[in-house]
């Protein structure tokens, strides 16, 4: 296979400084989950502050709130992240190694995981400030394809989660980075090297990037701003739950499944099962959020008042 487009091979630090002996680097990846909260919060900021957009021409919540549901959230993506990675990835390894679950520094998050951590901070955040909780996932829902959008760009800068071999013209070959060169092998730390055994992939990352972000954010600003969606609360967050998982679930077929999962009697990775036909973790984890999403859109149907 040809890869027909090189890596760019971007540096995965935007900078680095030295204090007091320690090394300190913003990531991109640190920028991508920076980005994506603090932009979904002026946007959602923006939503509440348009009361024509609401049942009764009521917002969910004030812009204080929005601030202080921030901070709720941003503790439920990162520890949700991490628990969903060590629970639905690796749970031998890290039942093994439990001082390495709170390692966050060396990688491993779960977008279901994060998922799952931000409806609890949220649950919790909305019963104890008597906010309505649907609309208050409406808001989050057409803020969360920024994150996700951001944080797969994070990923293809990382050369990581990228797809299955392929011949496509657009397919590349993703290098690797040298942090250890006598472990390694690799000529200069902190830069990209070939091993020369890569072979062409699909950019599975971009792939996301534009289905999970630009498309489904774009589909979900359509219906508050066009379809006067947010008067059904419910309706928006099931469209996002509904059209993640539909986007996850596609991509699925173009993303290298986890190493874990890989054997030779099971070379595409599936978690359930075999040959050439099966389901891979993704997959798997994003079938509920289907179920879910349809569910929500079911009840904010009924729930809507009917015309006279």
Not at 23 to 31: G, M, N, T, V
Not at 225 to 247: C, E, Q, T, V, W
Request: with cysteine; net charge positive.
């Amino acid at each position: 296979m040809k890869a027909l487009i090189p890596f760019p091979e971007p540096s995965p630090e935007l900078f680095s400084i030295s204090l007091f002996g320690m090394e300190f680097a913003l990531r991109w990846y640190a920028l991508a989950y920076i980005a994506g909260l603090l932009i979904g919060w002026r946007l959602i900021v923006a939503l509440v502050k348009r009361p024509a957009l609401w049942p009764d021409s009521g917002p969910p919540m004030r812009p204080r709130q929005v601030e202080d549901l921030l901070t709720w959230v941003i503790l439920g993506v990162v520890l949700g992240g991490r628990l969903g990675f060590v629970l639905f990835y690796k749970p031998a390894y890290y039942f093994e190694h439990p001082a390495q679950i709170l390692a966050v520094w060396e990688g491993g998050m779960s977008f279901h995981g994060g998922l799952l951590g931000t409806i609890l901070a949220a649950w919790i955040y909305t019963g104890r400030n008597a906010i309505p909780r649907l609309g208050a996932a409406d808001a989050l829902a057409i803020a969360a394809p920024l994150g996700l959008f951001f944080g797969r760009l994070a990923n293809f800068i990382n050369a990581e989660l990228w797809g299955r071999p392929s011949d496509v013209p657009w397919a590349m070959k993703f290098p690797t980075m040298c942090h250890d060169p006598a472990w390694q092998g690799c000529p200069t730390a902190g830069e990209w090297f070939y091993y020369g055994s890569e072979l062409a992939r699909h950019p599975s990352q971009l792939y996301e990037a534009a289905l999970e972000g630009l498309l489904l954010g774009a589909f979900l600003l359509w219906l508050a701003l066009r379809r006067n969606a947010l008067k059904k609360p419910g309706f928006i967050a099931g469209s996002f739950f509904a059209g993640y998982g539909l986007a996850r679930f596609v991509v699925e077929y173009f993303r290298q499944a986890d190493a874990q999962f890989i054997t030779p009697d099971n070379p595409l990775g599936f978690a359930i099962g075999s040959g050439s036909i099966g389901l891979t973790m993704g997959q798997l984890l994003s079938l509920p959020m289907v179920a879910l999403g349809l569910a929500l859109i079911a009840l904010s149907r009924r729930r809507t008042p009917k015309p006279a």
